[in-house]
């Protein structure tokens, strides 16, 4: 089976600008989870959704948003764009099922904000 | 909340040798899933293994295994015969089987020398 994709890999935006990153999740997985990687924050969940619905929600402001699709393809999208948005962006897809929710993550996109 | 916390921020182990990377964590919960994984230079976040925390036997994978001390909420990686491709950034992470949302402790970044 083909892994967790995300496109694209790499962007550099400029602040007030939004983006929009997407995901591919492991064939079969309704699950896909958002996490974003900062030197000073670590790793934190940003939103998970399932089968087209955002399931949680991790503490980020309203410009962090995301939707999925019938396909389980997930998109995030980061509107009006600080630098402290800059990040790693790694999404997660799983079974999402509570008896297996291991989560498989792609290679991430790394934003830098300017 | 939950919390994670690996105290060791960095290690370094020899060629061939064994290492074992601390995690400890406090939450309320009964039931849930511990997590290692490793992010090697390249970013890509690698699942190494997986605990659920009804079963006492301590889960193995190859030359990784845990040590899993449920009273008192500690979960240890093993890593036997290390290799030079073990050098990664290693996180512990802790889940609730009622929820997707992974909780990520600090990160043990672990050199193997030659």
């Known amino acids: 089976k083909a892994g967790v994709t995300q496109t694209p890999r790499y962007l550099i935006k400029t602040r007030g600008q939004q983006v929009t990153l997407s995901c591919s999740p492991i064939?079969?997985?309704?699950?896909v989870s958002w996490y974003q990687q900062t030197p000073g924050q670590g790793l934190q969940f940003l939103f998970e959704y399932f089968s087209e619905t955002q399931r949680n929600k991790g503490n980020f402001p309203g410009r962090f948003s995301g939707r999925q699709f019938s396909n389980s393809r997930s998109e995030m999208n980061v509107s009006t764009l600080e630098l402290g948005d800059s990040a790693l962006y790694l999404c997660?897809?799983?079974?999402?099922?509570?008896?297996?929710?291991?989560?498989?993550f792609g290679p991430g996109t790394r934003l830098t904000v300017l | 909340a939950q919390t994670v916390t690996q105290s060791q921020p960095e290690m370094s182990v020899q060629e061939a040798e064994t290492v074992t990377l601390s995690c400890t964590y406090d939450?309320?919960?009964?039931?849930?899933?511990l997590f290692w994984y490793k992010q090697p230079p390249s970013r890509q976040m690698i699942l190494v293994i997986r605990q659920e925390a009804y079963k006492q036997q301590n889960a193995t994978e190859n030359r990784f295994s845990v040590n899993f001390q449920k009273a008192a909420k500690s979960f240890s990686l093993k890593i036997s015969d290390s290799q030079l491709g073990d050098t990664a950034m290693y996180f512990c992470?802790?889940?609730?089987?009622?929820?997707?949302?992974?909780?990520f402790g600090e990160g043990t970044q672990l050199t193997v020398n030659p």
């Open positions: 992470a802790f889940m609730r089987t009622s929820g997707s949302r992974l909780t």
């Open positions: 064939s079969g997985h309704r699950s």
């Open positions: 997660a897809s799983s079974l999402g099922l509570p008896s297996e929710d291991t989560q498989y």
């Open positions: 939450t309320s919960e009964s039931n849930y899933y």
